[in-house]
């Protein structure tokens, strides 16, 4: 970077405020303390070690391993290594466009071999100032002459970078002289496509700090930094996503109980009986009065989860048929079943320890008899079939949760196979991953549903966390 950038003592507070505001928009829970903290830090630690200040920072603020992603990403918007143009990029004339007609580019070729070079020396300090490079030769858009249009791209930049396909290259520097390849060699292809995924981290983080000095660190830290796990779209999570959303199931899962568990108890101590109350007093004249409770003894509810596994909608049914077999503990009875347009009970696959469990989506369209001949969502079907073969099922003690986008395909929803299972079940809820203002458009039938039963919005694990704590019944 340009000279290292050491902020004054109102510069500093600035900074923090904005870096602990910026993580509470992502749903962190900072309070005054760790933010007083997090001040002695700094004033302990100084500016002299960057790393050991986003230590300290961190071990201050923050209070799951889960959330350290999100921080490190705010964090290097309000305390940059530098600020401006990094002095080896100075010089790098800005590439508007491609060469056309395939011409070669000198300076494309000539980077991306410095890039090699550094990628096969895992060189970091290397790679940072060539992350630097790259933006400013590649990632740079607009002209300035229209307010707010203008601004630097990770995307375009590794977009004409292309560093991924130095796989190769890279991987014969390092080779043994011999050339002789081994076993040795995915190993170290791996390594390499490590290095390469940080490389492209070092261009976006260095894009973002270039817009932060442009349009301010809090609305790109709003903007462009990734969501905690808790908190991604269901319907808009990737592979990589899902995977982080399947570790969060258990410590999901331990602090559900807890509160369940907490709720249960309070029921458990049931309402006040008046006229046992009265009589007690009798004797002290009503001071004081020690009221009396009519006991109950609390059973553990029933569970039935009737899941829509098709499309993209197969994470959200996923995540929370994980997170309820985690909590069965719970409940004296959990029953799972899964639906593409056909009904068939899943509990026995979701129970089974000898597989996979974030490949549980795809063990149920393999083994469960889920589609019938063809392959898009029924709804009104599969609500039909539960209700003619499954219905016993559900008992005046059974809370059922049905989980899906409701969007049909046009085909008849079967409102009432619906109303007969809520006929029978002590309550049902329909928890929907997409949100509201969706329900009314394209093929959804999710209005008609909610004026059957309950409809919620429930688009990330937190959203599902707060409904299965408030909506399921204890007892």
Not at 12 to 37: F, K, M, N, S, Y
Not at 334 to 357: Q, S, W
Request: overall charge positive.
């Amino acid at each position: 970077m340009s000279a290292t950038h050491t902020p004054g003592p109102q510069d500093t507070a600035a900074r923090l405020t904005g870096l602990v505001r910026a993580l509470r928009g992502h749903g962190l829970r900072i309070g005054p303390a760790e933010t007083v903290d997090a001040a002695a830090v700094l004033d302990v630690l100084g500016f002299a070690d960057r790393e050991q200040m986003r230590a300290g920072l961190a071990a201050a603020l923050l209070r799951s391993g889960g959330q350290r992603a999100v921080f490190d990403a705010a964090f290097d918007l309000f305390f940059p290594l530098g600020v401006g143009t990094p002095e080896a990029a100075r010089h790098v004339a800005p590439q508007d466009d491609a060469p056309r007609f395939g011409r070669p580019d000198p300076a494309r070729e000539e980077l991306r071999e410095r890039i090699a070079a550094a990628l096969a020396a895992d060189d970091r300090a290397a790679l940072g100032a060539l992350a630097g490079e790259a933006i400013e030769a590649f990632g740079r858009y607009g002209n300035g002459s229209t307010p707010g249009s203008d601004g630097w791209s990770a995307h375009q930049a590794l977009g004409r970078l292309s560093p991924e396909t130095l796989l190769a290259r890279v991987l014969a520097a390092l080779r043994e002289p011999d050339g002789a390849q081994d076993v040795s060699d995915l190993v170290l292809a791996d390594e390499i496509r490590r290095r390469i995924r940080d490389f492209r981290a070092l261009v976006a983080g260095e894009a973002r700090r270039r817009v932060a000095e442009l349009r301010g660190a809090e609305r790109i830290a709003q903007r462009a930094v990734a969501p905690t796990a808790d908190r991604i779209d269901f319907l808009a999570a990737g592979r990589d996503q899902l995977a982080e959303l399947r570790r969060t199931v258990h410590p999901l899962a331990r602090k559900l109980a807890t509160r369940l568990a907490a709720r249960r108890r309070r029921a458990a101590r049931g309402r006040i009986d008046l006229r046992r109350t009265l009589r007690r007093s009798l004797s002290t004249g009503g001071v004081p009065l020690r009221p009396a409770y009519r006991l109950r003894r609390p059973a553990r509810p029933e569970l039935v989860l009737l899941c829509d596994v098709s499309g993209s909608v197969a994470g959200f049914a996923d995540f929370t048929m994980l997170l309820v077999q985690a909590m069965s503990e719970q409940f004296s009875k959990v029953r799972v079943f899964a639906f593409v347009n056909r009904t068939a009970e899943v509990t026995d696959l979701l129970t089974r320890g000898d597989t996979d469990p974030a490949r549980l989506a795809a063990r149920i369209l393999t083994d469960a008899e889920v589609m019938g001949h063809h392959g898009n969502s029924d709804y009104g079907s599969a609500l039909g079939g539960f209700a003619e073969r499954h219905l016993d099922a559900v008992g005046p003690r059974t809370c059922v949760l049905v989980l899906g986008d409701a969007r049909t395909n046009h085909r008849d929803p079967n409102l009432d196979a619906l109303r007969r299972i809520a006929g029978r079940a002590r309550r049902v809820f329909w928890l929907n991953p997409e949100q509201p203002a969706l329900w009314p458009t394209g093929d959804s039938a999710a209005l008609a549903y909610a004026g059957v039963v309950e409809m919620h919005s429930c688009r990330n694990a937190r959203r599902l966390g707060e409904l299965i704590a408030r909506l399921l019944p204890v007892q």
